[in-house]
């Protein structure tokens, strides 16, 4: 294990500020003149791994940082990065976020604080805290009309900091917008993770020595040695017409899909397919539980995926099985499958 930085959000607000040209807010490209409607909030950059992410100093790597003349030191570009949703999809994004990657609150860690602005980084078991209270620490939400909404943060974009695993790298939060008002609330939906393809143009191609399923010149699953696995999962494609490949949580420390589902067109699968190793549960049962350590989508005593520290992907794990309705978890080439889909 190594790093692993893992977002989290907490304590929403809503402030009505008046910008000046003369702002740093508006002169860090964060803001533009006028009355805006902010939402505010704290954001954590958590290490959740076992070492310490260290970049160093900002004369160290110049590349990562830009000096800030109105806060008089410099901040790490492109870090971190917020997006506000609705159920249809429409964004708003937090503008030009510019960061000191330090130790600020601890979370089970038992090292001392070591990082500050002039040597930069989070250590094992501590968190950067970004205060709801800081310039640029928020999402203009000026015209939006009230109602529920999802936001999504995401750490370490720019993957200058080697982790363990990247693929606990956003958090989402719902939020309900009330004129002045903002109410933290279960994601009333989250944007997914998606990847289109042709289901009449996959094959079972060996490439390099393994056996992979393929979309043209794309390759979509690894089968290693096992050809008849491959062709299996290309005959399931076809089946259901598949044509997106979707994930949560991706990538994975092992690289294995902590969790891999298909749909067609906008809806999910229907079966039997003949053959098919599928386990059945009832989504309704379905919950993200903290087990161990680890958050787990769990029906009843039956655990189903597990995320490790990322409760935000178990939480989205759950939000996708039953808003799909799925009913059955199957798979190709168990155990260890490089194949997983569920359907109806």
Request: aromatic fraction near 12%.
């Amino acid at each position: 294990m190594g790093a692993n930085l893992v977002p989290i959000v907490r304590n929403f607000a809503i402030q009505t500020k008046t910008f000046t040209p003369q702002d740093c807010a508006v002169q860090e490209g964060c803001a533009v003149p006028g009355s805006r409607k902010l939402l505010r909030f704290d954001f954590l950059c958590w290490n959740a791994g076992n070492r310490n992410a260290h970049l160093g100093s900002p004369s160290q790597n110049p590349q990562w940082y830009v000096f800030s003349n109105c806060h008089g030191h410099y901040h790490l570009r492109n870090f971190n990065d917020y997006k506000l949703y609705d159920c249809r999809g429409r964004v708003r994004t937090g503008l030009k976020q510019a960061f000191c990657l330090m130790d600020v609150e601890r979370r089970g860690g038992t090292s001392p604080r070591l990082y500050t602005c002039s040597d930069q980084g989070v250590s094992a078991g501590w968190a950067d805290v970004y205060g709801a209270g800081l310039d640029c620490q928020w999402i203009d939400i000026t015209g939006l009309v009230d109602g529920e909404y999802v936001l999504e943060a995401r750490t370490n974009q720019s993957g200058i900091v080697r982790e363990d695993s990247y693929g606990d790298n956003f958090t989402w939060a719902g939020v309900r917008i009330a004129g002045s008002r903002v109410t933290e609330i279960p994601a009333p939906c989250y944007p997914e993770d998606c990847v289109g393809f042709n289901p009449a143009s996959v094959q079972a191609k060996n490439v390099g020595g393994a056996w992979k399923v393929v979309d043209g010149a794309h390759w979509m699953l690894d089968f290693g040695t096992n050809r008849i696995n491959a062709q299996r999962a290309r005959d399931v494609i076809r089946h259901y017409s598949f044509d997106s490949m979707c994930f949560v949580g991706r990538p994975s420390p092992n690289r294995r899909q902590l969790m891999m589902y298909f749909k067609v067109g906008a809806r999910a699968p229907r079966g039997p397919l003949r053959g098919e190793d599928a386990i059945s549960f009832n989504p309704s049962n379905v919950s993200a539980r903290k087990i161990g350590g680890s958050w787990k989508v769990m029906e009843g005593q039956m655990s189903m995926l597990d995320f490790g520290v990322s409760e935000a992907n178990a939480r989205k794990a759950v939000w996708i099985i039953q808003h799909y309705g799925f009913r059955y978890q199957c798979f190709v080439g168990r155990p260890n499958a490089p194949m997983m889909y569920f359907r109806c």
